[in-house]
């Protein structure tokens, strides 16, 4: 019949060809708009850029222009009052259910688009057809999407437009920085949704992509999964995708006794995960010893995420909190001191290499000094740091 469409699709047919349709676009927007027009961190064919940013028109009627500008600018400006849509400013209800409305707010905003917008196509069919004509693209799928599908194609069409605005702009911008978990403590309020980035083609790994932003792989831990990369390492091998050179790794060398400046290059480019070991191998241990000898047990509940959690984002009830437990134990005042001065290496403007070298060398050897076990043995550790060679994986 006429009204079932050229392609007569049973229903679960056509709940597998939405869930297709949608997902191709899911990956569009990670692959082509997120990774490698906002972030540069990949090359495309240019014929695959072409086919991403046809479909885009087709199924979002955005512009590579507007979409990356306004993310760039998110990156720049997040949880403060210029961040396009941030939940800690705006509200979690807002970002959730008004994120598309945010968007097109912004994507009329010239300044933003100018500054933000650098390096996007300005060729002849971006200015006269996708840029020109938004609305064409998505009119032309809506009867695409009914001769192929027949009048339930309207149904299908309406998924396809509301797929993008609810998971990219609700989902990732709104959960994305309210609830989950964080691997790193990056300075915005980013939090992975969840491990396994299926769905929303990855990008369920929020807190890994906002600490590493560069990074063509959004999955930062052995059970993390990211589908996004999946798909580019099978452009990598069909030779339309290459992963620009990462920056030099580090790694630990138990021979390696004295501080250089390899050691702080080392240091900084590990400096996310070199704080999580200090969560673990300082924090988390002295934590435990200290919650065994208290009365009050209570008061260490959650106590080595707190220690641990970046300054910024600290609530004024769990500052307090903090501050209990720093005047319930001179131990753990002064990892917690140690923590921040450590990371003062790192964020403060020094003079030259030379002086950010003395200053992890003084660093250290107060830790050796300080009669905590656990902080000499840290100290050890970021000694025996340095640089190697980017390894594929």
């Not at 009867?143 to 605005?165: K, R």
Request: aromatic residues 10%; hydrophobic residues 40%.
């Amino acid at each position: 019949m006429w009204y079932n469409g050229l392609l007569q699709l049973s229903i679960g047919e056509l709940i597998l060809a939405v869930l297709l349709l949608t997902h191709l676009t899911i990956i569009s927007v990670t692959i082509y708009l997120h990774r490698y027009s906002a972030h540069n961190a990949l090359e495309l064919h240019p014929v695959l850029q072409h086919i991403f940013r046809a479909w885009l028109w087709l199924t979002t009627g955005m512009t590579t222009k507007a979409w990356t500008a306004i993310h760039r600018k998110h990156h720049a400006k997040c949880e403060t009052e210029e961040d396009p849509h941030s939940p800690v400013i705006k509200g979690i209800k807002k970002v959730f259910w008004q994120g598309a409305e945010l968007y097109r707010e912004e994507a009329e905003n010239e300044e933003t688009l100018e500054r933000y917008g650098q390096r996007t196509p300005n060729d002849w069919i971006e200015n006269n057809v996708y840029s020109r004509f938004p609305s064409l693209g998505v009119s032309l799928l809506l009867i695409v999407d009914l001769l192929m599908f027949g009048i339930i194609g309207l149904t299908v069409w309406a998924i396809q437009m509301i797929w993008i605005p609810f998971f990219a702009a609700g989902v990732i911008n709104g959960l994305g920085h309210h609830t989950g978990y964080r691997n790193f403590e990056c300075k915005d309020a980013a939090r992975n949704i969840c491990p396994w980035g299926i769905l929303i083609g990855g990008e369920e790994l929020h807190n890994n992509h906002h600490t590493f932003p560069n990074s063509p792989k959004l999955s930062a831990k052995p059970w993390e999964f990211d589908i996004g990369w999946l798909y580019i390492k099978i452009l990598c091998f069909l030779k339309l995708a290459d992963v620009k050179h990462k920056k030099p790794v580090s790694y630990t060398d138990n021979k390696k006794k004295h501080i250089d400046t390899e050691t702080i290059m080392a240091v900084i480019n590990n400096r996310f995960q070199i704080m999580v070991h200090y969560r673990k191998q300082v924090i988390s241990p002295i934590i435990k010893i200290e919650k065994s000898l208290a009365k009050n047990k209570k008061l260490f509940r959650r106590a080595h995420k707190l220690l641990a959690r970046e300054a910024s984002l600290v609530k004024p009830a769990h500052q307090e909190r903090i501050t209990h437990l720093l005047e319930h134990s001179h131990i753990l005042k002064t990892i917690y001191e140690k923590r921040i001065a450590l990371q003062s290496i790192w964020q403060n403007t020094f003079k030259d290499k030379h002086e950010r070298v003395e200053a992890l060398k003084d660093w250290c050897q107060q830790a050796e000094t300080s009669g905590i076990k656990a902080l000499a043995d840290f100290a050890a550790l970021l000694r025996s740091y340095r640089l190697a060679s980017p390894v594929s994986n």
